[in-house]
């Protein structure tokens, strides 16, 4: 039998007065994965990761991290998620391994040698064991992120929740997250991890999901959402050799084409349609008898997608 979901949200909804911010979100995430949300503002990312770190009721729904349900027993699932808000501060008057002691003793984490054992495993596993004793004030933003995240790990949580982690850090410093990620998620742990920039998440995550105006839009692999969001628009470019105003008043005529452009030898316009259509309009412009050199194809990126997502968030 396969493993219950790490994460199972079902029929979630939040309301602030007659406003809906989550909408019937429903959703399940397996354990080992690192699962991002992605979604323009106000897209209802951040009013999810307040019921699912039980800072807020919802207005109804339910939800269950690794068999917990988190509106009936707040003391169990308080145990095993761990929490990172988005821009957390750390101090600038200790010294990383203080900091971290501090929070483990909060955490009422044994005696102090086993505090010290289990701040090295923290910062083993985000690879900060060299900044041991730097200035918390001193380190990159990325560093700092990755002492967060250390923090966040001390009583060893199986759901780590964080909220955009990865604003503002350059690709070095992602990198560096990404890779601290994959290593807890290869222990069994699950993230669950926002961003309103989806190549950030694309890079990041196993898998993913897209919200807008509090709806769940898509799920699953990059591949996988890009098809639900019907983001088969692309931009083709056929290279003749002649046949020229043939094909172009033959492909205006055509109803997925719009946009179309003529340039020296090329025509180019844009094509929202399915791979099959695509290849039936190759097909149709040989048999015209056009002198077809090249045709070539460019899709949208991830971001324009999201683009996409958010312009329709303001109609
Ligand atoms: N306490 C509140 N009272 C009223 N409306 C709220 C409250 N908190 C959030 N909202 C509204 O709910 C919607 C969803 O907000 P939420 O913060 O969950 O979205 P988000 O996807 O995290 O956006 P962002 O990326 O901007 O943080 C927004 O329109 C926001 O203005």
Redesign the pocket.
């Known amino acids: 039998m396969s493993s219950p979901p790490a994460i199972d949200i079902r029929s979630l909804r ?1 309301d ?2 007659n ?1 809906v ?2 909408n019937d979100l429903t959703l399940q995430v397996p354990p080992g994965e690192v699962f991002g949300i992605v ?12 019921v699912l770190t039980t800072l807020m009721e919802p207005t109804y729904g339910e939800v269950i991290l690794s068999g917990v349900d988190v509106l009936e027993d707040i003391e169990s699932a308080r145990r095993i998620i761990g929490y990172m808000p ?1 821009l957390a501060p750390v101090p600038s008057d200790l010294k990383v391994w203080e900091f971290l002691d501090f929070h483990a003793n909060a955490y009422g984490i044994g005696n102090r040698a086993q505090r010290r054992d289990r701040v090295a495993e923290c910062l083993e596993e985000v690879d900060l064991t060299n900044q041991r004793d730097s200035w918390c004030n001193k380190l990159s933003r990325g560093q700092t992120q990755r002492v967060v995240l250390a923090k966040t790990l001390l009583h060893r949580p199986r759901v780590l929740i964080l ?2 982690p990865a604003s503002g850090l350059d690709p070095l410093a992602r990198r560096d997250l990404r890779h601290a990620l994959r290593k807890l998620a290869a222990t069994g742990a699950t993230v669950f991890v ?1 961003s ?1 920039i989806l190549s950030e998440l694309a890079e990041m995550c196993t898998s993913l999901c897209v ?1 807008n105006r ?1 709806k769940l839009l898509a799920s699953g692999t990059v591949e996988q959402v890009r098809e639900q969001l019907g983001s088969n628009e692309r931009t083709l470019t056929a290279s003749l050799l002649s046949g020229h105003e043939q094909a172009a008043e033959w492909l205006s005529a055509q109803p997925a084409v719009h946009d179309l452009q003529r340039s020296g030898q090329q025509i180019i316009f844009g094509y929202k349609g399915s791979d099959e259509s695509q290849a039936d309009l190759m097909a149709g412009l040989v048999r015209l008898g056009v002198r077809m050199r090249a045709f070539e194809e460019k899709r949208s990126s991830f971001e324009d997608i999201l683009v996409e997502v958010a312009e329709s968030n303001r109609n």
């Open positions: 939040v602030y007065g406003f911010a989550v979604g323009p503002n106000g897209a209802g990312k951040t009013s999810t990761f307040r988005d909220d955009e926002s309103h919200m509090g």
